[in-house]
């Protein structure tokens, strides 16, 4: 098995009922479910359009608890959109790594471990929408089209959604140990 | 994605103090963390030998609520061991299947649709360990090291682990549709 290292260059949260736009905090404690308070927080919750096996709003396993983007992803989106950047808060992650560029190939059943034991775990590459597009458009009012290119150019680069295996607290500035999942010889 | 069909032959609990070995029952409900009573139930669990990056113990998410076992791979195992049958109730699993023979390949993510709309997703393959070897040998007196070998032949045909992702009853002689993720494109 593999491993690599990164860093925790933000902690976010999205703790408004307004927007799925995060915000970010020094620290915070993980439980299971996620982060208490953010709009993802819980062990199940609604199915949406992305698991259409399922009626909409179905109560199910919630996989994805916490969303982590790597800024060397963002800064390729950011590329290819021709904008400067793209900030986590836009993409309303809830984890930004620095120094795992490649995050959203990360296989699933990986594990993020923090430097006191605390982990994720990880439950497969996320998906862009439109809705992130939509406020990238607001931050860049004179570029057209952004909130639909967006889906092409974040396709691979959304990163991932994870659950908490084991509730800690993480802050901001954290060396993460990465556990590369093998899927021919998984980890249990 | 591509999909399959096949037949619950058999569901089955481990529910006594003494044993991992299960028993048939005709029907059961799954709650969020499994089948209530079997010792596999909960939506967190101990960590074992299975999970070094943690230390024994921890309390941690439980992946492995449910194990499946395919009928075609119990009968390549107990044909590399030269015995008759391999039952599942010596290898602890709680749910048997027909007609699915490649159950120990089928992808992380992929979903097990039961007729009424329960479901089920894969956590990954199950590794073979010592415990149901023994219990194998046990039925098979004369034959010798079988609790040993099994652990050879049982290499990736010992089945997947699951979690509950949508509570239900489940049937013996249920139906079911298996969703197979695929890990280019997967599923959310």
Known sequence: MKNANAK??????ADTHETFVTRRIPEVRLEFGGMKGDRH?????PSDS????????????????????SE??????????????????WLGANILLNGYPELTKLPMGSRILFPNGTGL????????????????????????????NFVR???????IVCAVERPGEIFEGDEVRILINDLKNPMQ
Chains 1, 2 share one sequence.
């Open 8 to 13: 925790i260059n933000a902690i976010l949260i």
């Open 41 to 45: 927080f819980g062990m199940t919750y």
């Open 50 to 69: 992305r698991q259409p096996m399922y009626p909409k709003g179905t109560e199910i396993l919630n996989r994805r608890q916490i969303t982590i983007v």
């Open 72 to 89: 060397e992803e963002c800064q390729q989106i950011a590329d290819e959109l021709r904008v400067e950047y793209i900030l986590p808060e």
């Open 121 to 148: 775990i990880c439950m497969g590459e996320n998906q862009p929408c439109i809705f992130p597009g939509e406020e990238i458009q607001k931050h860049y009012e004179t570029k057209p089209k952004l909130a639909a």
């Open 153 to 159: 150019s974040g396709y691979k680069r959304r990163g």
